[in-house]
């Protein structure tokens, strides 16, 4: 139990005013960062890690995990409200909390969403503390053809979010996958489809894509149905009335999916280079493969928002494993931190919980914190942002596309992207209007490139031979868990087939297609 | 309509020679005498908590602290393009004074992988003052605990796995150079993360890693990894065991600069005047420690001297490179 002690410890360190303060400071902070679309928590890290420059370290850890937290629940925020993801990993929580907002249920969706992170911010705490030693066996047993497979996992959900819809579906995903290939090929050094930009050299951002595709696709498409006219019944949330908390269906429905998704975004957390996206986009495709009703995918399901929510956030103390316990940072994010603890004087390798066990552990602590202060806080702030939802959409309408246009232009201050992102805001209305699936594109395009980079390591260090994957213990571990997650729908009927008592025919609503 | 239109162009040519008279403002009526007098406007290439970024702000802070420049200065993080968003911008700043910036190995190696519309010679240099140095290590679990051990390792194996950060970059060419020299083959695997790169090699898909020391000396003195060469002119201070290229017999590994630039014609009093300051700031023992810290090496060079070190190491990169069919 030493180190349930050393945890408490942590939390000890981090339970005096000034760090509460801090926490709640940074929480803030973060979730106005993070509301911005494009803005998510390593753009929030990497704006904010100025400022503590001049703290001492532990302040500045305690402010720095506090907003991170408040900037991954920011994103969701916009993802749930406007569709409008902050960062790759919240790109899923769109798929069902947007749908859910729309029936207006914005109220309940955040409430879930805060809970199921909040869970999830336990549970990867927890398993952080007991785990961190085997994990890190785990993270050190990753090379490029482990990595390939956990990505191919994760493309696995393509399948999931395409559904019936074959053909437009597969075209979606090419398009993503043209998209992912613009840039600087890293096997050759070459550039591809950079027509000689110099913006274009490091390829095209999730970011500016996702936003449009997402966020002004949507504004366009909802006008275009005369959104505008509506006198909105449509995001209607009373403050903290009667339909603001979650109902008990929302309860039973999504406390697995809550479960499920906090185990799996810890482990798959853990392998440096696939994180949180993978994690959420994986924990969708799960809990769409083992639902009773898969059809209220992507229409607004509970689960569905629930599993990825719950998955990203485990991710996030995930990628702290091979951080603390490796020194190797496995996110974007944690690579902010990292910089941070070298300005900080820290030398970041396998001996840093070592050498500086009350840094390590306070920084678990915070992170601990910082999702305590999450849920608390947002038991105030959620009636204000769905709130929002009361305004009229012509009034709204307008502001999301200031936003949208603000929230690019600040990540990289690019006007290059803030074109790419109107242009794919056109395109993400067109494909709406022909039945194509923007997710679908969005998806590719984030993996795609680390599919592609870890595919083309394995074959140079292989000398082009696939037999690699076969010959390295882990990844055919990996191997059995894509197979298994392949079967898993077909698995899933198959149970459910047998244990119902009824004919499959006699249940008539699970034929309705739309 | 073409009121609207019109009304837009006048906004327009408005904005266009409002930025001019800025740009040309800025450096007029500046003598040697009365420089500096203005704020100064600092550019960081890259996203804040890099290198980049850290060698930045603690010189800015230095240049505070001594009261070494008596305005205020203003730093600003102009990332995207691997630098070429950044640098393209002091390059835009022709003639003044006011501008300055820091170098990292981007600095060379992005105007040879894209067309930045400039290169190194376009700029004014004030100097050098340290450089990024290489660690050459394998994972502890491989038992190879001398250079000699690797080589024969890797003629022994044929063909080894090595791994770098990205391909036009000087990690490729120092694995190329030693395996060249040495007489070994190689397989170059990029990275784009060192993240990735590291797991790599502990988990045994890559044989060998050139890398940060920075970034990679914690594994070495956690005993996970075995540095077998390093490649500045003297030993790493954080680690002083392992042996020095030149010690082995290999000459002319590159480096990456760490220096300090001012646009395009910047007027030659200021670039006096950022070399005698600069010598003051690379006395104090904030930037000694700061060296040490990151585990660059001292390598201080002021003006035409930093021009010469920036064109033999493009040079080379270059020859290199095209041998090796990554340029063409």
Not at chain 1, 202 to 219: K, R
Not at chain 1, 437 to 443: D, K, S
Not at chain 2, 163 to 176: E, F, K, Q, R, S
Request: contains cysteine; hydrophobic residues 45%.
């Amino acid at each position: 139990m030493d180190i349930l002690s050393n945890l408490v410890n942590g939390i000890g360190q981090a339970l005096s005013p000034t760090t509460l303060l801090l926490l709640g400071a940074g929480v803030l902070m973060g979730m106005i960062v993070g509301v911005m679309p494009g803005l998510g928590p390593s753009a929030a890290l990497a704006i904010l890690l100025p400022v503590t420059f001049g703290m001492e370290p532990g302040g500045a850890i305690v402010m720095l995990a506090a907003v991170y937290y408040g900037a991954m629940y920011g994103g969701t925020i916009t993802s749930v409200l406007i569709n409008t993801p902050g960062e790759s990993a919240t790109v899923a929580s769109t798929f069902d909390g947007y749908p859910l907002a729309k029936q207006g249920r914005a109220g309940p969706a955040l409430v879930m969403a805060a809970v199921a992170s909040f869970v999830a911010g336990t549970v990867g705490t927890l398993l952080l503390s007991l785990a961190a030693p085997v994990t890190a066996a785990v993270a050190t047993s990753f090379g490029p053809p482990e990595l390939f497979l956990v990505v191919v996992a994760g493309l696995l959900a393509l399948i999931v979010i395409v559904g019936k819809n074959r053909l437009l579906g597969a075209i979606s995903a090419l398009i993503g996958f043209a998209l992912a290939t613009v840039g600087i090929d890293i096997g050759g050094g070459e550039q591809r489809y950079t027509f000689g930009s110099t913006e274009l050299i490091n390829g095209i951002d999730f970011i500016p894509v996702a936003i449009g595709l997402f966020g002004v696709g949507e504004v366009l498409w909802t006008l275009y149905n005369g959104g505008h006219l509506e006198r909105l019944q449509y995001f209607d949330v009373r403050a903290r009335g009667s339909r603001f908390w979650p109902t008990a269906r929302d309860w039973l429905e999504s406390r697995w999916a809550m479960v499920r998704g906090s185990f799996l975004g810890f482990f798959v957390g853990c392998a440096p280079g696939a994180g949180a996206t993978v994690a959420s986009v994986m924990s969708y495709s799960v809990e769409k493969s083992v639902s009773k009703k898969p059809e209220r995918f992507g229409k607004g399901a509970m689960p569905g928002l629930v599993g990825p929510e719950a998955a990203n956030n485990a991710a996030t103390s995930g990628a702290m494993v091979p951080l603390l316990t490796l020194g190797i940072p496995g996110s974007a994010s944690t690579a902010v931190l990292l910089g941070g603890f070298l300005m900080w004087g820290l030398q970041p390798g396998p001996l840093l919980m070592e050498e500086n066990p009350d840094f390590a552990w306070g920084l678990i602590g915070s992170m601990y914190l910082g999702n305590v202060m999450l849920l608390v806080l947002n038991v105030f702030c959620i009636p204000v942002f769905a709130s929002i939802a009361r305004v009229p959409f012509h009034v709204l309408a307008p502001i999301i596309i200031v936003l949208c246009v603000l929230g690019t232009y600040t990540v990289n201050g690019s006007i290059v992207e803030v074109g790419i992102m109107l242009a794919c805001g056109v395109l993400g209305f067109f494909m709406r209007k022909f039945g194509f699936i923007p997710a679908a594109t969005v998806v590719a395009l984030v993996l795609g490139p680390m599919a592609e980079e870890t595919l083309r390591q394995t074959l140079i260090i292989s000398g082009g031979s696939f037999t690699i994957f076969a010959q390295r213990p882990a990844s055919v571990s990996l191997l059995c868990a894509v197979g298994l997650l392949l079967l898993l729908p077909l698995i899933t009927r198959a149970v459910r087939r047998r244990t119902s008592t009824a004919p499959v025919r006699s249940a008539p609503d699970d034929r309705i297609e739309v | 309509m073409r009121k609207r239109i019109s009304a837009l162009l006048m906004v327009v040519a408005a904005a266009v020679s409002l930025t001019a008279c800025d740009a040309t403002n800025a450096g007029s009526g500046e003598t040697a005498e009365n420089y500096p007098r203005r704020e100064l406007d600092w550019t960081i290439a890259f996203g804040p908590g890099g290198g980049n970024d850290i060698m930045a702000r603690t010189m800015v802070d230095l240049l505070k602290k001594n009261k070494l420049y008596p305005e205020d200065i203003r730093v600003e993080n102009r990332e995207g393009g691997s630098g070429a968003t950044g640098w393209g911008y002091l390059f835009s700043r022709r003639g003044n004074p006011y501008a300055i910036s820091t170098t990292s190995g981007s600095f060379i190696t992005t105007p040879l992988q894209a067309d930045t519309g400039w290169t190194y010679k376009d700029f004014t240099p004030v100097g050098l003052l340290a450089t990024d140095n290489a660690l050459f290590t394998v994972s502890a679990s491989s038992r190879i605990t001398s250079w000699q051990q690797w080589v024969e390792h890797a003629k022994r194996k044929g063909t080894v796995a090595v791994g770098g950060i990205g391909t036009i970059n000087v990690d490729y060419i120092l694995h190329a150079i030693l395996a060249k020299q040495a007489g070994y083959k190689i397989d170059y695997v990029p990275f784009n993360e060192e993240g990735p790169l590291q797991t790599s090699l502990l988990s045994g898909a890559l044989d060998a890693v050139v890398s940060n020391p920075a970034e990679i000396a914690g594994q070495v003195q956690a005993r996970k990894m075995t540095g077998l060469l390093y490649t500045g002119k003297k030993p790493l201070g954080s680690l002083p065991d392992i042996p020095t290229g030149e010690s082995l017999g290999y000459k002319d590994l590159p480096s990456m600069p760490r220096g300090l630039i001012l646009p395009p014609k910047a007027p030659e009093f200021a670039q006096k005047w950022w070399i005698e300051t600069m010598k003051k700031v690379v006395v104090t023992p904030e930037w000694k420690s700061y060296v040490a810290k990151n585990d660059l090496t001292e390598d201080v060079r002021w003006g035409a001297d930093f021009s010469a070190y920036l064109e033999h190491t493009v040079t080379e990169l270059e020859r290199i490179l095209r041998e090796q069919g990554a340029l063409k």
